[in-house]
């Protein structure tokens, strides 16, 4: 189709007849659809600057440009020395928990140390004192042992020498006692003896008007029956 438009006007034909066949080149959207609005269709050489914007546009779109860079990078900047100074703030404070926890951990093990030395010390002389308290009670435990055994041995035997004595003499006087009681005894029971006879002579002869009948028919009952 003929619209009387030249290709060599055209926004790339330069490039393309520098390029050859070797690429193809995009025309500008925006000159493409300049071209294509009916009102301009026929109208031929299109300067190619009316697809392009103003200087003043231009000049504006790279200060957005530039401030938008400038925003990022002061944002990011920002950004990094917050997180650099958070990193350092916290590595300090970090560095401070360490330390202080080192510090409190070789504080709380010295004090633990020492503690320790002073229990070992302390139980060391409490043993070596118990030790020397026991040995001298020991000593003085087998001195009394000793002293009480010898006492005790004294005592037993003046206590035996004592009752042997006491024993001889009271052996000594139950014996005389006994033999005293034994001839009063039998001085006692032949004087009874003596007395029974006396009576039994008095009662016999008392009774022997009685007796002497009875003893006879006795003795005849008895040879009888």
């Not at 020498?161 to 000594?172: D, F, M, P, R």
Request: net charge neutral; charged share 15%.
């Amino acid at each position: 189709m003929n619209n009387g438009i030249d290709l060599d006007d055209l926004p790339g034909a330069q490039a393309r007849a520098r390029a050859g066949r070797r690429a193809l080149v995009k025309p500008k959207p925006v000159l493409q659809g300049r071209i294509h609005r009916p009102e301009i269709r026929r109208i031929p050489n299109l300067p190619e600057a009316w697809g392009e914007p103003s200087r003043i546009a231009t000049f504006f779109r790279s200060c957005a440009e530039y401030l938008v860079v400038a925003l990022k990078f002061t944002l990011l900047l920002s950004l990094g020395a917050a997180t650099v100074v958070g990193i350092i703030f916290g590595g300090y404070l970090l560095l401070e928990a360490v330390v202080t926890w080192a510090f409190d951990a070789a504080v709380g093990l010295l004090e633990w140390l020492l503690s320790g030395i002073q229990f070992l010390a302390k139980s060391a002389i409490e043993f070596v004192i118990a030790l020397l308290v026991g040995a001298v009670e020991f000593i003085f435990a087998a001195i009394a042992w000793v002293v009480g055994s010898i006492i005790n041995a004294i005592i037993d035997l003046f206590v035996f020498l004592v009752e042997s004595i006491i024993g001889l003499i009271a052996g000594i006087l139950t014996f005389i006692f006994d033999a005293i009681v034994s001839i009063i005894g039998f001085i006692l029971e032949i004087l009874l003896g003596l007395l029974i006879i006396v009576a039994i002579a008095c009662l016999v002869s008392l009774l022997s008007p009685i007796l002497f009948p009875l003893a006879l028919l006795y003795f005849v009952y008895i040879s009888i029956f």
